[in-house]
Structures are given as structure tokens and as C-alpha cells.
């Protein structure tokens, strides 16, 4: 987990690049009517767009919320420190999926003035994907990444202080 401040950032927008980028994917398929390579290349289109708005809002808002709660739900003192990371991986799902799925709705479908109910319909055909990509899929790649990026880092300084003995 981050340490840091430049290690949030870091964690932050691997974590947004792989969740937003598979989710785009995913409401571009189920708009064609299945997927294709096609969907792919599609996705990047609308990841420029997507991918800061959830920075933004994860970095400044949700991902201390989601924090906060876990940290309130889960005793780190006496559970398995897992049970934290499902429970911040679990809240920022609760959260995320509604928000980003009203920026798509706003941004990218022509709901006029269905906009609610797009919205609505957006967000219950978003909401189970975006669970388990976070908990089966993004979470677990981004957390394994993260700790080889960090790990070799930690790795290096060590090194160097011990050369320095």
C-alpha cells in the first residue's frame, strides 16, 4: 500500500487506468453488441476523458472516504489486514460506480431527458462488472505492480545505505 504521497498518486492512477480503461471497454461491448477489437481502440477515446475525471474524484474525495469507512468497519488491530483492502476496494466501488457512470451518462449517451433514468440503468449495469474487476482483477494487478515498482525501489536505497556502511 502507499506510503506517500507520490506513491498515492502513483497507486492512484494505476488503479484509474486499469478500472476505467476495463470499464470503458465494457460499455463500449455491451453498446455494439459484443466485443471486438474494435472496442479496444474505441475505449481510448473515451479514456482521455474518463480517466481524469476519476483520478480527481478517487485522489480527492472517494479514496478518503472509502478509507475512513473501512478504517471505521475493520479492526486492523484484529482482523486480517486483507479485510481492510476488500473493505476500501468494496467502498470505493459503492461510490465510484454511481459517479462515474453519471459522467458517462452526461458525457457520452444521449439521454435528453431520460437522463435519470439512463443514469440509473447505467449504474445497475456498471455496478456488478465493476466489483468484481476490482476485487478479482484490478485490485490484485494493480496491488502486484505497485509492489514491484516500490519493492525494487526499496530494494535500491537498502542497498545503497548498506554499501554506505
Not at 48 to 66: E, S, Y
Not at 80 to 89: C, D, M, T, W
Not at 92 to 109: E, Q, R, W
Not at 126 to 141: E, K
Request: proline share 4%; aromatic share 14%.
Amino acid at each position: 500500500m502507499p506510503k506517500n504521497l507520490f506513491q498515492e498518486i502513483v497507486f492512484t492512477v494505476l488503479m484509474v487506468f486499469v478500472m476505467v480503461y476495463a470499464m470503458i471497454c465494457y460499455n463500449i461491448a455491451l453498446n455494439m453488441g459484443g466485443m471486438s477489437n474494435a472496442v479496444f481502440l474505441k475505449a481510448f477515446h473515451e479514456l482521455v476523458i474518463m480517466a481524469p475525471i476519476a483520478f480527481v474524484l478517487d485522489f480527492f474525495a472517494v479514496g478518503k472516504i472509502a478509507k475512513k469507512k473501512a478504517f471505521s468497519i475493520v479492526d486492523v488491530r484484529k482482523d486480517n489486514p486483507f479485510h481492510l483492502v476488500l473493505a476500501i476496494s468494496v467502498i470505493s466501488v459503492i461510490f465510484m460506480c454511481p459517479l462515474m457512470s453519471l459522467a458517462a451518462t452526461l458525457l457520452f449517451k444521449d439521454a435528453g431527458r431520460e437522463v435519470i433514468a439512463v443514469w440509473l440503468e447505467t449504474t445497475v449495469m456498471n455496478f456488478p462488472m465493476a466489483l468484481c474487476w476490482q476485487l478479482f482483477f484490478a485490485g490484485p494487478i494493480v496491488r502486484f505492480v505497485f509492489g514491484l515498482i516500490f519493492r525494487e525501489r526499496e530494494q535500491k536505497s537498502e542497498a545503497v545505505s548498506a554499501a554506505a556502511e
